[in-house]
């Protein structure tokens, strides 16, 4: 799949995301990378940031954070399959912006988000 047919999935996984959701985020920005660096494993996406429950009257003037969606270990899990790709795209996007509202992948895993 082309990096632009990749990244069109993650736009449109994103405009089905419930508006509320977006409304209540704050200073993230989402972007595509082809592969995560080595020591971040084998992961399809990632949070790089200070999530919502952690920021105080010091957090001004701060780069946004980050989601990145990685395409390659995507691609890997759900093979050719386009459906499967924006169905995985979906749930890790989810993923991620849960940890930007501060859940922790241990509550993901208690909410059956694993």
Do not use: K
Request: net charge negative.
């Amino acid at each position: 799949m082309t990096p632009e047919a990749f990244e069109a999935i993650v736009e449109e996984a994103l405009a089905e995301l419930p508006p509320e959701l977006g409304t209540h985020m704050d200073n993230v920005v989402i972007v595509v990378e082809d592969e995560p660096a080595a020591e971040d494993g084998h992961v399809l996406g990632i949070y790089c940031g200070i999530d919502l429950t952690r920021r105080d009257s010091s957090y001004v003037f701060q780069m946004p954070d980050q989601i990145v969606i990685f395409q390659g270990p995507i691609e890997r899990l759900c093979g050719d399959d386009e459906d499967a790709i924006a169905d995985e795209v979906y749930v890790t996007v989810l993923h991620e912006i849960a940890h930007h509202f501060g859940i922790s992948d241990d509550r993901l895993h208690e909410l059956g988000w694993d």
